[in-house]
């Protein structure tokens, strides 16, 4: 690329480094963050992954899997009468609890099935959970018929006994709402339960949202359109996403109704919020040009971050201090990624593409991002037309692979460093090792090659690198040094 001696040197305004391991050859990226590893799961996953006490994952599609958090399949388990937009959930034990189309089933943690309940040749609709309680016993709501043996909303213990179930035929109405992707909310000791065909007071048949004690009485019910996700928050709040292009602030003490302003008016929406330890919450809109917007308790909203692709549901670290969002070039099949942001500011800190596979086919997001418990792990599932996998995402500086824990590898010391003829990077190697140093935009595409993959001898080493034509913008240098990378932003300014 040519220089322009016009051109003002760059300036940095932040510089961040970092080391992260890929397992199974695969490409690392660019950014504080990289795929670990990814496990195949056969038929279409179309639910979040559920994250166990001990940091292992368990998906549904055709099959039950549960991988541990290195990425070893524990166990694989054929379902009977199988259905891929179900969800799962692990409860404290390290139990595992699934769906079928005629039941509900508990694995223990080695794979052997403990129990079935809730049996109905008929069929089991299960429209939201099965979700593990902060008591310890699994909720469900089941919206087969009544007719037919349905059960409603239902509570049963960790050894498959029916503690109660809310039985009413309105909860059918449910098969004609969106499919069976939600957890089961729980907030200040109550299950808060969204659907179509919601029995409301007065008997109506509309949809909405029902409180329950733990025991099974109802505390209030709401009726709202076209309920979807309701995420509870801290402070006796929560969140309702609603169709077309709404949200809700839900009272959790009265079921009392605070409507959302969003402005500028989004296309399309998320159908969950991801709530913050703050009581913040978090949405994904299209346009992209307003794409994350920040929603306030009382009811206010602001767009956090635009432009960064079309976004999906996005989730935060348990500690508040990293929002993870998929994201798309387009609505239509099209690269999609991971995107890391900093939830007050709304700055990229990462975006890691899922690679398209080797007959062209791009992975398309199809389940909420779920963080592992500390917070150094994200996981997400994705498919293409005909396979399925779930990815698992590394973040900050320390890596598990295998019984190995990589800790802090940073002795590679990159620096960025402005000066007038161009930008220095500079770099220690501990000891000789194949270098590379690349550049890549805040959607994980490779703009420029600094050093292309060069033996390298211990010690300090440097390089300048003019930035030519790339435009104005916040961009990820990345040094890889054999098995050590370390990264940095960089903003270009002209």
């Not at 504080?32 to 994952?57: L, M, Q, T, Y």
């Not at 007719?147 to 503690?163: E, K, Q, Y």
């Not at 779930?390 to 802090?408: C, N, P, S």
Request: glycine content about 12%.
């Amino acid at each position: 690329m040519s220089s322009t001696s016009t051109i003002p040197p760059p300036v940095i305004l932040a510089l961040t480094a970092t080391t992260l391991f890929l397992a199974f050859g695969m490409p690392a990226s660019a950014g504080n963050a990289s795929i670990a590893w990814r496990v195949e799961v056969d038929g279409r996953i179309e639910a979040p992954v559920a994250v166990g006490p001990d940091g292992e994952i368990a998906v549904q599609g055709f099959e039950l899997v549960v991988i541990e958090p290195d990425g070893t399949v524990r166990w694989r388990q054929d379902l009977p009468v199988p259905s891929s937009d179900r969800m799962c959930a692990i409860d404290g034990q390290g139990r595992i609890y699934a769906s079928t189309m005629n039941d509900l089933r508990a694995y223990a943690a080695d794979g052997s099935l403990l129990w079935t309940a809730l049996d109905n040749p008929a069929g089991f609709e299960p429209f939201a959970g099965p979700t593990v309680g902060p008591d310890g016993n699994v909720y469900v709501l089941d919206v087969e018929p009544q007719a037919s043996g349905g059960r409603g909303f239902v509570s049963v213990t960790p050894g498959g006994d029916v503690r109660w179930s809310h039985e009413h035929e309105n909860w059918a109405l449910a098969q004609m709402g969106e499919a069976r992707r939600r957890d089961i909310g729980f907030a200040d000791g109550l299950a808060l339960v969204s659907s179509p065909g919601i029995p409301c007071e007065g008997g109506c048949l509309g949809s909405g949202v029902m409180a329950f004690t733990l025991d099974g009485d109802v505390v209030w019910s709401t009726e709202t359109a076209s309920p979807h996700w309701v995420t509870p928050g801290p402070a006796g709040k929560a969140y309702l996403a609603r169709d077309p292009i709404a949200y809700d602030v839900l009272d959790t003490d009265d079921g009392a109704v605070t409507p959302v302003a969003l402005s500028p008016q989004p296309l399309l929406t998320a159908k969950r919020v991801a709530v913050a330890p703050d009581g913040t919450g978090y949405v994904g809109t299209t346009p992209s040009s307003a794409g994350i917007r920040r929603l306030d308790p009382s009811g206010d909203s602001t767009v956090l971050a635009g432009d960064i692709g079309v976004p999906g549901a996005p989730a935060i670290s348990p500690d508040g201090s990293v929002l993870v969002v998929p994201t798309a070039e387009s609505i239509l099949p099209s690269l999609n990624s991971l995107t890391g942001l900093d939830p007050e500011s709304g700055d990229v800190l990462w975006s890691v593409p899922l690679p398209p596979e080797d007959d062209g086919d791009y992975p398309i997001v199809t389940g909420m991002p779920r963080f592992s418990a500390d917070g150094h792990r994200v996981f997400l599932s994705a498919a293409t037309f005909d396979r399925s996998w779930v990815y698992a995402f590394a973040l900050q500086t320390t890596v598990g692979v295998g019984d190995e824990i990589l800790g802090d590898l940073t002795g590679l010391d990159l620096r960025v460093l402005p000066g007038g003829s161009g930008t220095r990077f500079r770099f220690d190697l501990p000891a000789a090792a194949p270098v590379t140093l690349e550049i890549y935009d805040l959607r994980g595409r490779q703009v420029a090659e600094v050093i292309g993959r060069t033996s390298m001898s211990a010690g300090e080493h440097s390089r300048t690198w003019d930035a030519g034509q790339l435009a104005s913008g916040m961009y990820l240098v990345r040094l890889q040094a054999g098995q050590r990378s370390a990264t940095a932003k960089l903003t270009l300014v002209r």
